[in-house]
Each structure stands twice: as structure tokens, then as C-alpha cells.
């Protein structure tokens, strides 16, 4: 699901891609709802505040999980009675609990494959000198076997 900032329009992936591309509208702003949900405040702030489509005077609000869309409160009470909606800030926040223990993750796994690079880094060159010593015997001893004969 995605949004478009500039005509107030939710689209469903497939029709977001198509306004993307259209030449009327490709310099629009479509954004995914994981994205505003991820971080409402900047993207709504920066494209000012959003107003639900078909009630213009109702700013968008809520969230409702069921259709993944984002809703005004006047939606959320008739359009999406019977759906899982939850205020924005309410959402966000969850995101964020969920997404730390993530972050954590990938900040470990980030760590960990710098030091196995250093490591590897470490064996490379090690194993260079190790080659470079062997050519070198190699080198010595075939020059006293052809000295020898």
C-alpha cells in the first residue's frame, strides 16, 4: 500500500507503481505506508499535513492494520469499525519496540563481520608471506639442483 502526497490518494503496490510511471504523474510524491509509518512525523511534516480523501477536512490519523492503510478518525469509526486501528503515534512506537531488538541484531552482525574481515584480512596476508617464503625455497632449491648438475 502506498500513498500519493500530492493527489491524497491511497494505492494498492501495483497502482502506485503505474502512477509512478504515468507522465501526468511521475513527478509525484507516492510513498509506501511502511514508510510513514516508520517515521509519520518527518514525511508529513515535510509534505504538510495529510487530509483523508473522502472526508478533505479530516486529517489522517489513524491506522488500520487490517487494510494497512492509513485513516482519518471519521473513517476509522465507519469505513473500518470492525478493523484493528490504532492512533499513528501509537503504531510508530510499536514499529520502534519491534524494530530495536532488530537494530540490535544487525548492529552484531555488522560488528562481527568487520572482525571476521580483519581476521581474513589478517590470514591473506599471512598466507602471502607464507607463499612468498616457499617460492623463494623453491627458488633456492632449484638453483642448487641445476647448480648440481
Avoid at 11 to 18: G, L, T
Avoid at 52 to 59: A, D, E, P, Q, V
Avoid at 134 to 140: E, F, G, P, T, V
Wanted: some cysteine; charged content about 25%; glycine content about 2%.
Amino acid at each position: 500500500m502506498a500513498r500519493c502526497l500530492e493527489c491524497q490518494e491511497n494505492y494498492c503496490d501495483e497502482h502506485a507503481n503505474f502512477h509512478s510511471i504515468v507522465a501526468a504523474t511521475k513527478h509525484h510524491t507516492v510513498v509506501k505506508y511502511i514508510d510513514i509509518l516508520a517515521d509519520p512525523k518527518r514525511i508529513l511534516k515535510a509534505n504538510g499535513a495529510q487530509f483523508c480523501s473522502k472526508h478533505t477536512n479530516s486529517h489522517l490519523e489513524a491506522v488500520c492494520t487490517t487494510c494497512n492503510s492509513l485513516c482519518c478518525l471519521v473513517c476509522a469509526i465507519t469505513e473500518h469499525k470492525d478493523h484493528n486501528v490504532k492512533e499513528i503515534g501509537d503504531t510508530m512506537n510499536n514499529i520502534h519496540d519491534r524494530m530495536r531488538p532488530v537494530m540490535k541484531r544487525v548492529e552484531q552482525n555488522h560488528y562481527d563481520i568487520k572482525q571476521n574481515y580483519k581476521i581474513a584480512k589478517d590470514v591473506d596476508k599471512e598466507m602471502n608471506i607464507v607463499f612468498q617464503r616457499c617460492k623463494r625455497d623453491l627458488n633456492i632449491a632449484f638453483m642448487g639442483v641445476a647448480r648440481e648438475s
